[in-house]
């Protein structure tokens, strides 16, 4: 029977059962349909408004996989997606009716402890690459949750704790493997196809399918200073004021993420205080304990905290510590901007529209960037926005489809009148589906675009890696 897939140009492709057949026999991995087993788990993200069902999904063991199907997917003109760890807000890596590789099986990690370097598969998530990493007691700059994916968030530029120290994480990407548009596996670094090198560290998953990423390494823990403090609604004012001078002050070993949220029912939070609003200020300090111990008492003295469970634990705690806060399959919408600092009105505004949350799982967030990141030249790598000391991110996250347009409604709100404090850039990992051409701009500006268009025109003319923020131009 004649098999029905979507294509490039959103039209239908009929592929007769032998080619698929032929496809199936030389792949390594698993080939699923509708209706296989495994099918429908495999479609499934951590953003539970995606519901879309590719017409294969192509689950790889290895690179020969992963060129295969692209070369599958460019054989027959199919509409194609990548999946890495399936954490894109946008959905990134699903498409609808297409071909669907899926990366996730693909998850060593191989360390040089003397090098400083680590070599990771595209399929790993950031807890897959500190857990090895850390065995050495080493460690590259990522997120905060420890579920996603490195590749994601490695061609999207990449930030996280040791952001202050080391810039984005794809500022910190040594080399790569790389399947490009016309099926070929390369070696890409700055010595080795350096455009292309260049473009995926930043312009998203335009320029080919990376493989595997070389990342170098620091030395970190594997026991830092971390945990959180917490202090009630009526201070969250006081609590986001001290956020914005501690923050500013703090050396590039500290790293504080601030949040407004409803109390979860969490045990390390009093329990009267629960299902109501609270502020809380994350802490990452990577240098010596007893430096950042010092460093805490002026924060720790600030109005009356509720909790405090900053202690010496493990750096791979810290990295986990936000997870079950972002369970897969809820409902999730976002809205952020770059800010070049924290000022008065900002405060007001977090307050105010914390005050309105309508979910008790959102949260308005501001993590730290201040550091390394800002010291490297505008074009360094198209993640840019080297101007930016702050991410503000509204994060709307709720159970029921009917309650989709409050939440929505609250992150672009909010969004909207955030909008004077922002630097006016965008970070490309944070967009959501409907945000098109002009925050792909505000993403990396004219300039840059210009760049990775040039790129884009010579290693993907057709414009295979379509199922992405799109670069055009
Ligand atoms: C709970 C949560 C916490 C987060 N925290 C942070 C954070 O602290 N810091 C931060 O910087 N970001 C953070 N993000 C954003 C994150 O960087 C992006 O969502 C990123 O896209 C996730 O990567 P993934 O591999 O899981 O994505 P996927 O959804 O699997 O893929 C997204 C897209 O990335 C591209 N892509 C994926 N794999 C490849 C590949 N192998 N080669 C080429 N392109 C590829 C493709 O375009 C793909 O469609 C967070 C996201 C979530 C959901």
Redesign the pocket.
């Known amino acids: 029977m004649v098999i029905q897939l979507t294509g490039m140009d959103g039209g239908k492709v009929d592929l007769p059962p032998e080619a698929v057949q032929a496809f199936r026999g030389a792949f390594s991995g698993a080939v699923l349909a509708p209706g296989d087993e495994g099918y429908e788990e495999a479609r499934r ?2 953003n539970g408004m995606i519901d879309r069902r590719p017409g294969l999904i192509a689950r790889c063991t290895g690179t020969a996989d992963a060129a295969q199907a692209v070369r599958f997917a460019r054989r027959h003109g199919l509409l194609l ?9 946008a959905g ?2 699903v498409c609808e009716g297409g071909l669907m590789i899926d ?1 996730s099986a693909m998850r060593g990690v191989w360390v040089d402890p003397a090098a400083r370097l680590a070599r990771a598969q ?1 399929g790993c998530t950031l807890g897959d690459l500190d857990r090895e990493t850390q065995a050495h007691g080493l460690a590259t700059v990522l ?3 420890s579920a ?6 490695t ?6 704790y040791l952001t202050r120290r080391h810039g984005w ?1 794809c500022d910190n990407v040594a080399s790569m493997e790389v399947v490009t548009a016309d099926g070929e596996i390369r070696q890409v670094s700055a010595g080795s196809h350096p455009d292309l090198f260049w473009a995926l560290r930043g312009g ?2 335009n320029f ?4 595997s990423f070389e990342y170098r390494l620091f030395p970190v823990g594997p026991e830092i200073l971390g945990g959180a403090l917490a202090w009630r609604g009526e201070d969250a004012r006081q609590a986001l004021e001290a956020y914005r001078t501690f923050s500013a002050a703090a050396p590039r070993e500290l790293t504080c993420v601030a949040a407004l949220r409803i109390a979860p029912p969490a045990p390390w939070l009093p329990k009267e205080q629960h299902g109501k609003l609270v502020a809380l200020i994350f802490i990452c300090h990577t240098g010596r304990i007893e430096e950042g111990e010092a460093l805490l008492t002026a924060l720790r003295r600030v109005g009356n905290p509720i909790a405090d469970t900053v202690t010496r634990r493990p750096y791979t705690q810290m990295q986990s510590l936000l997870d079950a806060t ?1 369970p897969k399959g809820r409902r999730y919408y976002w809205k952020s901007h770059y800010l070049p600092g924290i000022g008065p009105e900002l405060i007001n505004l977090a307050v105010d529209h914390a005050g309105r949350l309508v979910s008790p799982h959102s949260a308005f967030f501001l993590f730290h960037l201040q550091g390394a990141l800002n010291e490297l030249p505008a074009g360094h790598s198209p993640a840019g926005n080297r101007d930016a000391a702050y991410v503000l991110n509204i994060a709307s996250a709720w159970e029921r489809p009917e309650d989709d347009a409050a939440n929505i409604q609250w992150a672009r709100d909010c969004f909207e009148a955030t909008r004077a404090s922002s630097t006016g850039g965008a970070y490309v ?2 967009l959501t589906e409907e945000e098109g051409a002009d925050r792909i701009e505000a993403a990396y500006g004219r300039s840059i675009l210009d760049r990775l268009a040039a790129i884009k025109r010579t290693h993907d003319p057709d414009d295979l890696f379509r ?2 923020k799109r670069i055009s131009g």
């Open positions: 993200i951590w997606s990548v999946r890495g760890g399936g954490h894109n807000i990134l890596a990366l595209a997120g905060f949750v996603t994916g490195i590749a994601g968030l061609v999207g530029g990449g930030f996280g994480t998203g998953g080919g399918l990376v493989t972002q990992n944070f199922h992405t």
